[in-house]
């Protein structure tokens, strides 16, 4: 081991916090029987010579001694070392794409030829891993077969070594390992697509003995991944299976794989002050009392592995969400926020059951589960009894100030934003004095105007009781909420705000006006201010003045100017207001069809989201069907964001948008969402603009017969 360390000349290198002189040392530590020390040795190899990815001399240099440890027989820690040098090989990483720190191109061209020899280097020794696939290490030999795939260059050479120790491999973390290995090697390599998904798809059939936990539901998302082709009928029926069986097992156990590879590095307990520990530590807790927490993960790689397949999807998630699993339910709660604002489904049940998860005693889960419910109020209506039932309960403790971040908050808030009266005397109390919603207006706005006698007050005086200037963001959404009611009383505070001087009305300024435009003809008090600024205001306040005036019964006459200067503004915005408004008025702004036509002829001006409000304005302004149906079909190709506003157009049409009709019912049919762009994560989408779309196009279809 380490045959020649002591001939390179490591103080002529560098790392990430100077010379390399102490990298022999860190190379001998992974070596050491020290369990504690050979993990500070590996996060001093992460940390300064392969710090945060990045590839220096020295790391170039470690990567033979490396090796030469991977092959030491006995000794543990192997299968970590595997994993730094699959990250120091980069997996086909391309130097133009990454940040470099110099414009030198010298510099460049160094640093690029470093990261090339640290992938040549690595993958020119990455042969001698095929003989470690059946190590007595288990942890190493879960490492090796994922490592085989990016690192070897004879990709079925690889694929029949993995086919080989499938069959003899016991070790569950093992042969989740290999079948990942599998289906990776299947998507890297799609000549070998279908071969590895027939080897998968045997795995599905050859059962989960008590070595093997989860084999199945690993053959599945490798499946779902290379060769969806392969997947059974009944895959969520079979995930749905090996996910209770993965329970009950741990359950008896009392422990999930004890002594397998999982659970290397963790059995020993040991804790060291560095990075790696502490992410191990963060891990655990994560975990918590989740009974099988690589099935967990697995069902997530699952779900997103089936895709399209929303029938599979929502059955797998309905199972996860009734599981007395903690985990699962947590993972399913995360899962359902990106399903169902993505896709299309069944979603009721699914709804329900998030729901059911307020009745819980955690009060993690029931924040976890109310926030997801807030961005679903579109289509949350099967959950509002159990929200309804949690809000009545009320806190356990008098309302804070940071009240949102609680479990009654959440609940709170997810019930307002379905509109849902029954919110109305929680807010009340809330808002006296605690944190204000961005949301708050549009969640009143949906209650409608009994919410108003009730929530007015409140409102109002918090208003009256703000420094105008000092909290600017608390100051809109409370004016934006009070608007929002309708009430003859939040005029005078918007009127206050909006004859402020100096910096205040720089801050103020818009958001007064938009409240002004929300309350509408009872803020006729203020025409003398709007008509000023929307002739003399400053050039990006004159828009929002114009909505402000028109809405309270300012006349066009008065509004036209402004449009006309909006419709040339150099920033996009500004022009997009402007079109927004055009279309609220209608007819009425007839008269600047003349320059919506000459937008219309200047696509590369108004292209993209921006072409869904030129195309709805030159409806509602012209209404010439043959002249705007070209106009709105462009648009609905332009942007996915065109499709609701433009449905609602070819509905208010009715059968003289049958051109349409292809395309809404193409629209329709699709199981995504129309907004969603692929997305993992904790990506949302806003699913009320899809069901607004939906809504939109099944009318059409309904006016054109069908």
């Known amino acids: 081991m380490f045959t020649g360390i002591d001939d390179v000349d490591w103080a002529s290198m560098g790392h990430a916090y100077g010379d390399a002189s102490d990298v022999p040392g860190l190379l001998r530590g992974l070596a050491s029987p020290d369990p504690a020390e050979r993990e500070i040795a590996l996060d001093g190899m992460y940390g300064a010579v392969h710090h945060q990815g990045d590839v220096y001399d020295s790391t170039v240099a470690c990567v033979p001694f490396l090796f030469q440890l991977v092959a030491t027989a006995g000794l543990p820690g192997r299968g970590e070392i595997v994993e730094l040098l699959r990250s120091i090989d980069g997996d086909g990483r391309d130097p133009e794409e990454m940040d470099f720190w110099s414009d030198d191109e010298e510099e460049y061209a160094a640093w690029a030829a470093t990261l090339a020899r640290a992938e040549s280097d690595t993958r020119a020794r990455s042969g001698m891993l095929l003989g470690l696939l059946g190590d007595p290490d288990a942890g190493l030999r879960c490492a090796v077969p994922g490592a085989l795939v990016q690192l070897y260059g004879d990709p079925g050479a690889v694929l029949a070594a993995l086919h080989e120790r499938l069959a003899a491999e016991w070790d569950g973390g093992a042969l989740r390992a290999l079948a990942a290995a599998v289906g990776e090697l299947g998507i890297r390599n799609p000549e070998f697509a279908e071969r590895s998904g027939t080897a998968l798809a045997a795995l599905l059939t050859r059962g989960d003995g008590p070595g093997d936990p989860g084999l199945r539901l690993s053959a599945l998302v490798q499946l779902a991944r290379c060769a969806p082709g392969l997947l059974p009928e009944r895959s969520a029926e079979l995930a749905v299976e090996v996910m209770r069986e993965a329970r009950e097992a741990a359950e008896e156990a009392d422990e999930a794989e004890a002594g397998s590879a999982d659970a290397a590095g963790a059995a020993s307990g040991r804790e060291t002050p560095t990075m790696i520990s502490y992410l191990r530590r963060l891990r655990a807790s994560q975990r918590g009392s989740v009974k099988a927490p690589w099935a967990t993960e697995l069902l997530g790689e699952l779900h997103r592995a089936l895709g399209d397949r929303v029938g599979d999807r929502f059955a797998l998630l309905e199972d996860q969400l009734r599981s007395p699993d903690w985990g699962q339910r947590r993972e399913a709660i995360d899962m359902s926020g990106l399903l169902l604002t993505g896709w299309r489904g069944p979603y009721e049940e699914s709804v329900r059951l998030l729901g059911e998860q307020l009745r819980e005693a955690d009060h993690r889960i029931v924040r976890w589960a109310a926030s997801e419910l807030e961005r679903l109020y579109a289509i949350g209506g099967p959950a509002a009894g159990a929200l309804a039932e949690r809000v009545a309960a009320g806190p356990e403790f008098p309302p804070q100030a940071r009240w949102h971040e609680t479990s009654y908050g959440a609940a709170l808030g997810a019930l307002a934003a379905q509109g849902d009266a029954r919110s109305v005397p929680g807010l009340v109390q809330v808002l006296r004095f605690g944190h204000v919603p961005e949301d708050l207006g549009d969640w009143i706005e949906r209650m409608g105007p009994e919410a108003a006698p009730a929530l007015v007050p409140v409102l109002v005086g918090r208003l009256a009781r703000i420094t105008p200037g000092r909290r600017p ?122 320059v919506l036509r000459r937008l219309v002829a200047s696509p590369e001006e108004s292209g993209g989201w921006v072409e869904g409000a030129l195309a709805v304005a030159l409806w509602q302004a012209g209404r010439d069907t043959e002249e705007c149906l070209p106009v709105l079909l462009r648009a609905w190709s332009a942007h996915p964001d065109n499709r609701p506003d433009v449905a609602g157009v070819w509905a208010g049409m009715g059968p003289a948008a049958g051109s349409a009709v292809p395309l809404v019912r193409q629209e329709l049919a699709a199981t995504r969402r129309h907004n969603n762009t692929g997305g993992t994560g904790r990506v949302r989408y806003r699913c009320a603009d899809d069901e607004r779309l939906l809504r939109h196009g099944r009318a059409l279809l309904e006016a054109c017969g069908g």
């Open 473 to 594: 963001g608390r100051t809109e959404h409370l004016l934006k909420a009070a608007a929002a009611t309708g009430s003859a009383e939040a005029v005078e505070p918007a009127l206050r705000l909006l004859r402020a001087s100096g910096d205040v009305a720089r801050q103020a300024r818009v958001p007064a006006l938009r409240a002004l435009a929300r309350l509408g003809a009872t803020a006729r008090e203020a025409l003398p201010e709007l008509r000023a600024l929307a002739v003399d205001g400053e050039p990006h306040h004159r828009v929002d003045a114009a909505a402000a005036l028109w809405a309270v019964g300012g006349g066009a006459d008065a509004v036209l100017p402004a449009l006309s200067s909006g419709l040339a503004a150099e920033h996009w915005p500004q022009r997009y207001d402007a079109l927004r408004l055009i279309a609220r008025m209608g007819t009425g702004a007839a008269t600047l069809l003349p």
